[in-house]
């Protein structure tokens, strides 16, 4: 298991850097993929804690977009994920 990227919220997103290739990829995960695939809460903090508790998750998308050459900062939305019902 890669160690624990620093992340933090902004606005209405959490930012990382991913580990991919042996170097630092610039992450924003949106509030709203947080909230609606993770059951964050609403405070930015919440946001931060969704993140850390499904980084592997999370960061597997951000790897596979790597791979297909998505610009950075790679964005990671709620569409991202398959729908949980």
Known sequence: ?????QAYAGRDAVIVRVPVGGRGVRV????E???ERFAAGPTPQ???YAYQSH??????????KVARASPEPVVI?????PRVQ
Request: no cysteine.
């Open 1 to 5: 298991m890669a160690p624990m990227m």
């Open 46 to 48: 919440d946001w931060v």
């Open 33 to 35: 993929a947080l909230e």
């Open 77 to 81: 939305s709620k569409h991202d994920f």
């Open 55 to 64: 980084a592997e998750v999370i960061d597997a998308v951000v790897r596979a």
């Open 28 to 31: 924003l995960v949106s509030r």
